[in-house]
C-alpha cells in the first residue's frame, strides 16, 4: 500500500521555525516529484513547494519565498519542508502528496498523506 506520511507540525509562536517531514512507505519516492500543499480553515487547498524526483528542481509559493526550503533525502525516503520566519497567515493543515509527473497541478498528484496542523499563534 502507497502510503506517505507527514509529521512535524505543532503549534509555534510567529517568526519561529518548523521543519515538517514526509515519509513514504509501500514505495521509494526516488522518481516521484513530491509537492508541499496547504489547507487553512474557510479556504481551498493551495500549492507551497515542490521539488522534482531528481531534487534539481524546486519551486515555491510567493507568499512563502524566501522563509520556506523544500529537501529531500531519498536515501531516507523522505522529503521535508522547513518552514522559517512563519506568519499567522501560514496556520493550516499541510499535505504533501507524489507524482510521477514533473510538480505540476495538484490533480496530477496520486498519493496523498494525512495531513499535519501548523499553529502559528502568540
Known amino acids: 500500500q502507497l502510503q506517505l506520511v507527514e509529521s512535524g507540525g505543532g503549534l509555534v509562536q510567529p517568526g519561529g521555525s518548523l521543519r515538517l517531514s514526509c515519509a513514504a512507505s509501500?514505495?521509494?519516492?526516488?522518481?516521484?516529484?513530491i509537492g508541499w500543499f496547504r489547507q487553512a480553515p474557510g479556504k481551498e487547498r493551495e500549492g507551497v513547494s515542490c521539488?522534482?524526483?531528481?531534487?534539481?528542481?524546486?519551486n515555491y509559493a510567493d507568499s512563502v519565498k524566501g522563509r520556506f526550503t523544500i529537501s529531500r533525502a531519498d536515501a531516507k525516503n523522505t522529503v521535508y519542508l522547513q518552514m522559517n520566519g512563519l506568519k499567522p497567515e501560514d496556520t493550516a493543515v499541510y499535505y504533501c502528496a507524489a507524482t510521477l509527473l514533473v510538480c505540476g497541478e495538484e490533480k496530477e498528484y496520486g498519493v496523498w498523506g494525512q495531513g499535519t496542523q501548523v499553529t502559528v499563534s502568540s
Open positions: 521539488i522534482s524526483s531528481s531534487g534539481g528542481s524546486t
Open positions: 509501500g514505495f521509494t519516492l526516488d522518481y516521484y516529484a
